[in-house]
């Protein structure tokens, strides 16, 4: 089993930041990947960016792409989100999730996910 515990989320103003945070811990938690995801009201669960664990590679959805990034902390089995110049189409439930699959972005293939966090931007 992987737990995942997301932490970090909260509520702010337009053009603020905030720091995201995902734990990981139990067998092979050393996947090919994690990623963190968000699911805004009445919408689908959305990718929002993945990093390799290993080499540590990075990708982004082109909506988040020059705001927000992607890192991790191999020591501390922790990945992190942050998000710079947020805006009100942010807000969203962000989950990180797990993969052993290379190179996916689709929900269905990752496997573990932690619970998620709120982040609410006003405007």
């Known amino acids: 089993q992987v737990q995942l515990v997301e932490s970090g989320g909260g509520l702010v103003q337009a053009g603020g930041s905030l720091r995201l945070s995902c734990a990981a811990s139990?067998?092979?938690?050393?996947?090919?990947?994690m990623a963190w995801f968000r699911q805004a009201p009445g919408k689908e669960r959305e990718f929002v960016a993945r990093i390799t664990w290993i080499v540590g590679t990075t990708d982004y959805a082109d909506s988040v792409k020059g705001r927000f990034a992607i890192s991790r902390d191999n020591a501390k089995n922790t990945v992190f989100l942050q998000m710079n110049s947020l805006k009100p189409e942010d807000t969203a439930v962000y989950y990180c999730?797990?993969?052993?699959?290379?190179?996916?972005?689709?929900?269905?293939?990752?496997?573990?996910w932690g619970q998620g966090t709120q982040v609410t931007v006003s405007s």
């Open positions: 999730a797990s993969t052993p699959v290379i190179g996916t972005t689709t929900p269905s293939q990752y496997d573990y």
């Open positions: 139990g067998r092979f938690f050393r996947r090919y990947a």
